[in-house]
């Protein structure tokens, strides 16, 4: 299976800080990666699928100026939380699909934002 | 509205034990079910997949069940160990794009 990592795993920034969020598919070229969000206690919520070369197409009441992604590679895919809030943290996660439809996950990265 | 439920939403066994978990899901048009393990703080892990026409299908110590018709699926685990604690996730493809209906989990502890 796929695998991919994230950087960093975890990261702590003040209010109105940028935080730039790597996602790697390690062998795997990935032209589609998915990237989630995942509060405490509750399940992942799809935030945007990002496409290889073009622009990432973004879920419902998520800001795309706030959550700016470039895939800029079939390997690498970058959220970048802008002007980060105390209710931004949370634990972002990545994903790709393998070519059998299974979903490999990124082991997350947990942004703090005091 | 799709959906998906799961229950328990926690469940705590002694180590050694089997347990069963549950998923109902009203997700239309449906492509595939997955199971999904999570442990805290880690990203999650694909257990297994089932297709519509498949009632059963089995990873090592767990079994997937899946009836299409009730539009039910259980996670059985066997001979429950220490690092089974974990969340898991029932998650639902749609039949028309790659959109994945999530459950809220179940949060599993085994105990020694």
């Known amino acids: 299976g796929a695998v991919v990592s994230q950087h960093p795993s975890w990261v702590i920034c003040k209010s109105g800080t940028s935080v730039k969020i790597e996602c790697r598919s390690l062998?795997?070229?990935?032209?589609?990666m998915f990237w989630y969000r995942q509060f405490p206690k509750q399940s992942l919520m799809l935030m945007a699928t990002?496409?290889?070369?073009?622009?990432?197409?973004?879920e419902q009441g998520v800001e795309k100026d706030k959550f700016l992604i470039n895939h800029a590679s079939l390997t690498l895919s970058t959220l970048t939380v802008t002007s980060a809030h105390p209710e931004d943290s949370s634990f972002y996660i990545c994903?790709?699909?393998?070519?059998?439809?299974?979903?490999?996950f990124g082991p997350g990265t947990r942004l703090t934002v005091l | 509205k799709n959906q998906v439920e799961q229950s328990p939403q926690s469940l705590i066994i002694l180590e050694g034990k089997n347990c069963t978990l549950q998923?109902?899901?009203?997700?239309?048009?449906?492509?595939?079910l997955r199971w999904y393990k999570q442990d805290t703080g880690r990203g999650p892990v694909s257990l297994t997949i089932?297709?519509?026409s498949e009632n059963t299908k089995s990873n090592g110590r767990y079994t997937a069940t899946l009836d299409a018709d009730t539009k039910q699926s259980s996670l059985h685990i066997t001979a429950s160990q220490l690092s089974d604690s974990a969340s898991y996730i029932c998650?639902?493809?749609?039949?028309?794009?790659?959109?994945?209906?999530w459950g809220a989990g179940t949060k599993l502890i085994i105990k020694p």
């Open positions: 089932m297709t519509f």
């Open positions: 062998d795997f070229q990935a032209t589609t």
């Open positions: 998650v639902v493809r749609l039949g028309s794009n790659y959109q994945l209906i």
């Open positions: 994903s790709v699909v393998g070519s059998t439809d299974t979903q490999y």
């Open positions: 998923c109902n899901y009203t997700v239309s048009p449906f492509s595939n």
């Open positions: 990002s496409n290889e070369g073009s622009k990432a197409t973004y």
